[in-house]
């Protein structure tokens, strides 16, 4: 048969297949507008991941969730562009390369620069991207004709025009400042990629001579405190607080540097802590920061004392060429000698290490090249703070990450945008050895600017990763070459729709792109021609921050840990669809994630039980054909309707999926992919499937006499739920669900994919509450009527008389739907009375009383056991209720529907109660 689905569900043999075919159809692809207008763009970039990545739990939950929104938005109609590239990242590629090198025995040195970033490119063509390649097996729906490579040579020309316009504009300087150095990478590293860690170290105190008035020592003594002894080679001063009432009588006078014999002067300064060590403070601008700015407050002169690998250099003198612990020891011991040591004492404090490599980042002076901040931050500020109105340009979710972000910014330093690599984007600006100036320039000029001079040489260092990535919301689309085709691009897409991201980048690329995308995009003009405000000029309308996830014991997933989940060998185990789901199920803002394989396990049994529905549903419809009914394929494709006098469980089904479409829309819009997931899986297992699928095996008659019209009535029912059910939950489970709905459709479907058709949308009063509250009663009873049997063992395939004590309105319910009733609880006739007979266990809901007709006496004890048990429940429950509704406070703040419910429960109780007294009362005597 044309629709047979294998028998066992194997996502492997699925999954694979459909990767394949959406990327070589190009089915994601959004290509540039034709003309302004249509349906309005949902535009999404990945962050990209590093060329050298591999893909780990947090890049698969953050895929799935611009996956789960790309693949909803692009079903509800709008113009969805999901835009993936890569990272060059800088430090990361370079170290891998330079492994390499090492393994081979060789070096980037020996190899010279420009046969090591050749090196680079052949890495990168042969292994570069692997990650992206998991990304098309996962299925992620991405614009694969748009990706780029931040090296790439048209997001290249992006990145030195913002160089060359930012220097034009006075807003890039090159400058000596003290940054974190990394002695194995060599190279400035930001501030956000130093890692803190707590090390037990020293806190030596070193007695420095005071000079006397003749020029010559006094033999009285300053003690400064350190935990880098070695810096001292470097001290040019001594800083004490001018109201530090045991150094008032140094003020004015010198010291001798002890081991350099260099005059150094007392300074006194605010800053200065008196509770902190000593009270005295050495000062070595070129390497601490907080020394830097005390220098040029006293118009110090700054000594730099180390080189690139942190090896004392020719200012240390006797010590020059010592590994800078080396020479830390040597320092000490000679102090020890000399008489000048006076304390060693223990002290814990945080030591930077540089993020990569793990090496202690030594802060040092060198020269960089800035960004100034200003103008920039103050635009980012205001594009995330409420206007006038109280609109925001830029929305964050969770929202508290708004108040992050801005107090980041608020306190925001000049940026340090160079970086001593050799991979990456070269700087491009070019030192003069004439006239000793800068030429900085969009084309590689042949001589100074300046003086006319040939005797130029490009600068060595290249940009700091987050320049080109910052970027990106305005490269990709072109800037700053505006074509027509790239002002069409600018039209549709820009500002981006969403930007899906975790709080690790939140400062290194989030705040980046809004800087830059503020900046640089208002000179693109609107659609209509007229200016960009700065509104429109942001890179993206929303930031969702997405958490953590952690392994089940909600612990951080590390490699020292050894409790890192690979999600490739989890995918393999289970299929993507049951991952995504797992991670989409527990998903919600602000919430991090507990990632427990015995959910994903219980997702694998969903879409079995998903595809187990398909076979049936397939049977049938084959059944049905045999006897020439067949369904109206018009029937498919919108949102399934029914007669209004339609069996119960048709209509009911049907509301259950308009309400359930609205509840999942809702749940998207606000990035509950927990309440999405969790609605879908509601409605698929326990609607459709426990109760739908098995009353409507009743209505499949296909025997000679059947009554065609309401068969056929009831297949298009199936199928068109069914069909439509697939469609909203296809965004959370793409695999299965194209799987069997090109299976639906023999062959022949109405569209390339499923991904491709309407998502469910619930129409306005379309949700039959009357359908809802009558199969609520059905359901009601048929569950009751099973425990009963269960209760009071009646054999699983016995068919037995059923009391039921209900109102008069809802007897009709259950009359017009005996037939369900009889089915699905093997009831053989239900008896309506006024009172249940004295000797039948009975139990009691608000709506109904019902006992099953059983040949068994039934066990007293352990009937009175069971009711008191419930008296007792039913009193607690009572007691609890009336002391909340006698709350005055909580009644004066509770919303009046909560309030409502618990009045209405209190009378629920109240009637169960006096039902169960009545029953226990009635019981026989031992
Ligand atoms: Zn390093
Ligand atoms: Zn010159």
Redesign the pocket.
Known sequence: MPHDLPKAYDPTAIEDRWAEYWVRENLFAQPTPDAPGGEPAFTILLPPPNVTGRLHMGHMLNQAEMDILTRWRRMSGRRALWLPGTDHAG?ATQ?MVERQLTAEGTSRQQLGREAFVERVWEWKRHYGGAILDQMKRLGASVDWSREYFTMDERLSVAVREAFVRLHEQGLIYRGAYIVNW????Q?A?SDLEVVYEEHKGHLWEIRYPVIGTDGKDSGEFLTVATTRPETMLGDVAVAIHPEDDRYLHLHGKKLRLPLVNREIPIILDEWVSRDFGTGAVKVTPAHDPNDFAMGERHHLPSINVMDDSAHINAEGGAYAGLDRYVARKRIVADLEEQGLLAAVKDYTNNVGH??????V?EPRLSTQWFIKIQPLADKAIAAVKPDAEGNKAIRFTPEMYEKTYLNWMENIHDWCISRQLWWGHRIPAWHCSTCHKITVARVDPTACSHCGAATITQETDVLDTWFSSGLLPVSVFGWPNITEKNRADFDAFYPTSLLVTGFDILFFWVARMIMLGCWFADEIPMPDGSSRSLADSVPFREVYIHALVRDANREKMSKTKGNVIDPIEIVKEFGTDAVRFTLASMASPGTDIAFNVARTEGYRAFANKIWNAARFLFMNVDRAAEIGIVVDPAALGGMPTVAADAPLEARWVVAELNATAAKVNAALENYRYDDAANIIYQFFWGSFCDWYLEIVKLRLDFSETADKAATKAALTTLVSVFEAALRLLSPFMPFITEEIWNALYDGNPPAKSIALTRYPQSAQNSVDASALADMAIVQGLIVEVRTVRKEIGVEEKAVTPAEVRIDAAKQAVIQTNSALVERLARVSEIRFVTKISATLATHSTPDFDVAVVYERTIDVPVERERLTKDIAKYEKGLAAAERQLSNESFLAKAPSNVVEGLKKQESETRQLLEKARGALGALPEN
């Open positions: 430090i170290m990394c002695p194995r990478c190279t590293i540089c993020d990569r490599c793990k090496t980042v």
